[in-house]
């Protein structure tokens, strides 16, 4: 993984021809992705809880879904 400039591509460009390879090129997250990301990182973490605990959460959760 590398992160380049504009001003850089035709260095990326000539590391590709020199060492005949390509690289796959993808742009930077977009902020929908990013929270794409963090809602699927959540689900993932309320699944850990250890269902011990879960009363616990019941008052937040609540006050959550009302809003």
Known sequence: ???????????V???ERV????????GAPQPVDIIKSSARDIVI???SVSESV?????DIAAEMIEE
């Not at 993984?1 to 260095?11: A, E, I, P």
């Not at 060492?19 to 993808?26: H, P, Y």
């Open 1 to 11: 993984m590398t992160f380049y400039t504009r001003q850089q591509v035709s260095l």
């Open 13 to 15: 460009e000539r590391i």
């Open 19 to 26: 060492a005949k390879i390509k690289f796959k090129k993808i």
């Open 45 to 47: 973490s309320l699944k």
């Open 54 to 58: 879960l009363p616990f959460f019941n």
